[in-house]
């Protein structure tokens, strides 16, 4: 008789949940927005001088001030096996967001939105977190009857990704306003 052997190794090391009642609060809203180029790989997300070669060698471009959400992801799962009714096979992602620089910036948002060789960085109060796959980029410029509303870009960021973002500190002035020589 032949002994069956299951394999153990499909399971991950699951670290410690850390419980720390001095943790500061992390505040919401979607403050800034960053593409990385699919050429690109942010190796340290807290390192200035890493998005900077990154930003002058055009395979990063910032958005410095937005509002706006993220959804968290939305699971995606097929049909499990043996006991498990179902498997989590990845997420689906969706960020919206308001950028307010509308007349200057309708040649970038035009040629976004036909590109899928972008990443996606976002930045809360304290943290940045990143996508880890390509972005498909739905911008809309909708005009309100209002005399006093303004007209910004509406845009919406949607990928699928095997793994939640994680949160970085964010890297020194990388996400403010800046002109052509940004840090300089």
């Known amino acids: ?39 690109v790989t942010i190796v340290d997300p807290t390192s200035p001088t890493e998005w900077l070669a990154a930003i002058q060698a055009n395979t990063v471009r910032i958005i410095p001030e937005t509002s706006g959400t993220f959804d968290g992801g939305e699971a995606k799962e097929e049909a499990g096996f043996g006991d498990l009714e179902t498997r989590l096979t990845g997420y689906s992602f969706s960020l919206n967001f308001k950028d307010p620089n509308y007349k200057d910036n309708a ?38 009857d209002d005399l006093n509303s303004a007209v910004v870009w509406e845009v919406q960021v949607k990928w699928q990704g095997s793994s939640l973002p994680r949160p970085y500190d964010v890297p020194a002035g990388v996400f403010d306003c800046f002109a052509l020589t940004p840090f300089g």
């Open 1 to 39: 008789m032949s002994t069956i052997y299951y394999p153990s190794n499909c399971d991950a090391t699951v670290p410690e949940h850390i419980c720390n009642p001095c943790d500061s609060i992390e505040h919401g809203r979607i403050r800034s927005i960053a593409f990385i180029s699919n050429t």
């Open 107 to 144: 040649a970038f948002y035009n040629a976004i939105k036909y590109s899928r060789s972008w990443k996606v960085a976002y930045r809360t109060e304290t943290q940045i977190h990143l996508s880890d796959a390509a972005v498909s980029v739905v911008p809309k410029t909708p005009v309100a």
